[in-house]
């Protein structure tokens, strides 16, 4: 007879906005908040986003800071703190994806003010403790309650204009988190029933964003699986799929999103072996195979399946299958440089993933 297995959970503390025209409650959440003055955040991409944002919200906006990057340069954050103390601040509010969210978290750490975001990309950092800093090209990941922000608005509408291939390497990346926590050391019946909702929900949104980007209705059930991935993210342990990605993205300067979007399918087939009860619900969603399953759906979905058309080779992968026997860290399968490359070697040319018998 099965029996539940002990396990330890820890609820997270964020307040979650969701739904089509939720942002028009910006102006009352930040009073919630208690903030009189918010610095606007994004990336220059998103400038005008954010000057809207600070236009509908008055007397509440302090001011826009629109430099926001990838992987949260500590100059960046140092011209951003400036920035928040001209304005005589007492609160952020970030609009974008992990890169203008990691610029918040980042300011509003440091400076103990409240965080609201307006998540507009499928990555899942509003909902987390992770803070990814770099300095003079090294990343290093911090992790503090304090960090997770208090407030986080979903409003479908806000993510139309995300192109259709950022939405499904943000949406592919995303269902990673899920995955990896569907087996994750420190799981627990919460995480793994959002889990699988989390990966029901965006592999019925996606093909659908795919075929109508402006479907507000497959945008906002992508947002809610996107939420749900991003709790998972930050309730338990990522293994073999988020540390490879990292190493590569490290190392190669990858893309985030899309190396995630590449590397999962083949990271999935390899841990199914081992993880197979684990990950049972989530490969009936897709006939029982979930590494094949997520091939087909990543191509289903146009979403880019070889490494190397991010400009990765041979021999860099030979360096990566190294670092990443190097670095020890809890994978349900077992970790050998000659399974990682294969893995890696499939991935490299996005084959179909070979490993899962
Ligand atoms: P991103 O934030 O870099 O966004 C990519 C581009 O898309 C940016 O130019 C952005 O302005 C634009 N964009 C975002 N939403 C848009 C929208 N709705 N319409 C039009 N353009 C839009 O990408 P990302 O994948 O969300 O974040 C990647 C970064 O986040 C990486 O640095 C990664 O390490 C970090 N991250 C951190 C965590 C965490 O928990 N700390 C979790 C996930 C990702």
């Known amino acids: 007879m099965s029996t539940t297995p002990a396990f330890t959970y820890q609820s997270a503390p964020s307040r979650i906005i969701f739904g089509t025209g939720s942002v028009g409650s910006l102006a009352a959440e930040i009073e919630a908040l208690g903030c009189k003055k918010v610095l606007v955040l994004s990336t220059p991409f998103q400038k005008s986003d954010a000057e809207k944002l600070a236009q509908d919200i008055g007397p509440l906006a302090a001011g826009v800071y629109s430099d926001a990057q990838m992987h949260t340069p500590v100059n960046i954050t140092a011209s951003a703190l400036a920035a928040y103390a001209a304005a005589g601040a007492d609160g952020i509010v970030s609009i974008g994806g992990g890169s203008t969210i990691g610029l918040g978290k980042a300011l509003s750490w440091r400076n103990k003010a409240p965080h609201l975001v307006v998540a507009t990309t499928y990555a899942g950092s509003e909902v987390t403790d992770i803070l990814g800093q770099t300095e003079d090209g090294v990343k290093t990941t911090v992790r503090d309650p304090a960090i ?21 390497s943000s949406g592919l990346n995303a269902i990673a988190h899920a995955v990896e926590g569907l087996y994750a050391q420190d799981r627990n019946p919460v995480t793994s029933l959002m889990a699988v909702e989390a990966i029901r929900a965006l ?17 906002s059930d992508a947002l809610y699986g996107s939420w749900l991935c991003g709790v998972v993210l930050g309730s338990v342990g990522m293994s073999l799929h988020h540390k490879l990605c990292h190493t590569l993205g490290g190392t190669f300067d990858l893309p985030h999103a899309e190396t995630h979007a590449i590397l999962l399918p083949h990271t999935a087939a390899f841990n199914a072996v081992a993880a197979q009860d684990a990950l049972a619900p989530a490969a009936d969603l ?46 349900p399968r077992d970790i050998t440089r000659d399974g990682i ?13 070979s490993l899962e018998k």
Request: proline fraction near 6%; charged fraction near 25%; hydrophobic fraction near 45%.
């Open 148 to 168: 997770r922000p208090e407030t986080v608005i979903y409003d479908a509408n806000l993510t139309l204009g995300l192109p259709v291939a950022m939405s499904v």
């Open 286 to 331: 897709f006939g029982g195979d979930l590494g094949g399953g997520l091939y087909d759906l990543a191509t289903e979905l146009g979403a880019p399946m070889a490494l190397r058309d991010l400009g990765v080779t041979e021999g860099d992968l030979q360096k990566a299958a190294d670092l990443a026997v190097k670095n020890a860290y809890w994978n």
């Open 341 to 353: 490359l294969t893995l890696l070697l499939d991935a490299l040319d996005g084959r179909r993933p």
């Open 203 to 219: 592999k019925d949104a996606l093909p659908r964003i795919v075929k109508v980007p402006q479907d507000v209705a497959a945008r």
